[in-house]
């Protein structure tokens, strides 16, 4: 399947480079329709890979890249079901959203996330699934999870310390803020900055370039330097399934959902 | 080093100029989220519009609670 029309998504392959393409309002957050469509574009990508080099993951929406989990949607659907059942169903989700990430985090292509304005939580897990992150100068990176008492669900600290220092990564995780593009690209997070709006432009000159090396030897080259930290990504699923048990995740939820605050993404 | 009163002038013209209001319109003590009107995630727009014109970082946190031109400067000015 060279394209798909989807509510959430839609990709398409041209002239070797696959262009993934977000698109759910408000801020492509990831809920059951968003994971429903990458799960479908998980199962395209083997055919996908015989014809492309490249993949370009961006956002059509205004706001930015991807605000992360729908967490309406997780409190709503939480609140509807039993506990155990609710604990049972998030597991679930996270399982089958790592399995979507591991995907494409080891596509032997060379993947790009093309990013601009908010790149949130999942938003930011699903970028550092890609082996480079061209991020727009308005581009915001954040982990707020600790503010909801949880951490990162998606890969998100092991992919993240893979790439950066861990003092980095400990001010992203432990202080909740976020850092802009200029921060990102000092911290080695973002591989290129570029003016704003231009960030798509600049992942296809990219992807364009890539075309001309031999696909077997970039496919070498990456899974040599991007190994992925499956036990901790499998223990960073356990840690957040038992931390979603606790109380305070329920009221951190509800806080959120409910908030009328101006900036409900503040501690 | 720009003085206080130049970095506020700067984030008046600036604020107005990316959210599209008329710079008359908007004093030192405004509430901003009510003059420009923004939500959340434009909010975060505004604080990178700032980080980038000024060349600093604003922890979020250090920004909780303000809503106001003037108080918004001077934290600036603080890392200026």
């Known amino acids: ?267 | 080093m720009p003085t206080a009163e130049q970095t506020l002038d700067e984030i008046l013209s600036l604020a107005a100029a990316h959210f599209k209001v008329p710079r008359e319109k908007l004093s030192p003590d405004d509430d901003f989220f009510k003059m420009l009107g923004i939500d959340s995630l434009q909010t975060l727009d505004l604080l990178t519009k700032l980080e980038n014109h000024f060349r600093v970082e604003l922890p979020d946190y250090e920004l909780q609670g303000v809503s106001d031109f003037r108080t918004l400067a001077g934290k600036i000015q603080a890392r200026l």
């Open chain 1, 1 to 267: 399947m060279n394209q798909f029309q989807g509510q959430a998504l839609s990709w398409k392959l041209e002239q070797g480079i696959i262009e993934l393409a977000l698109h759910r309002a408000p801020c492509n957050e990831i809920g059951s329709l968003s994971l429903e469509e990458l799960e479908k574009f998980a199962s395209a990508l083997s055919e996908l890979e015989q014809s492309a080099h490249a993949l370009v993951i961006h956002s059509e929406m205004k706001p930015g890249f991807c605000a992360g989990a729908d967490l309406r949607e997780l409190y709503t659907r939480s609140q509807q079901m039993e506990k155990n059942a609710a604990q049972t169903g998030v597991r679930d989700f996270v399982q089958r959203i790592h399995r979507v990430l591991n995907r494409i985090d080891s596509a032997p292509l060379t993947t790009i996330a093309a990013v601009h304005g908010v790149t949130f939580g999942g938003g930011l897990e699903l970028a550092l699934v890609c082996d480079l992150i061209i991020a727009d100068k308005m581009a915001r990176f954040c982990f707020p999870e600790l503010r909801l008492g949880l951490i990162p669900g998606f890969g998100g600290i092991p992919r993240l310390k893979r790439d950066l220092g861990n003092a980095v990564v400990r001010d992203l995780l432990l202080t909740g803020r976020s850092f802009n593009a200029t921060k990102a690209q000092q911290a080695g997070l973002a591989s290129q900055v570029v003016s704003e709006g231009e960030a798509l432009r600049a992942a296809r000159a990219t992807a364009s370039q890539l075309g001309k090396f031999d696909r077997h030897t970039a496919k070498v080259a990456k899974s040599f330097i991007k190994p992925i930290p499956y036990d901790e990504l499998e223990r960073e699923i356990d840690l957040f399934c038992e931390l979603f048990s606790e109380p305070a995740v329920e009221a951190g939820l509800k806080k959120f959902v409910e908030s009328t605050d101006a900036q409900p993404y503040l501690p």
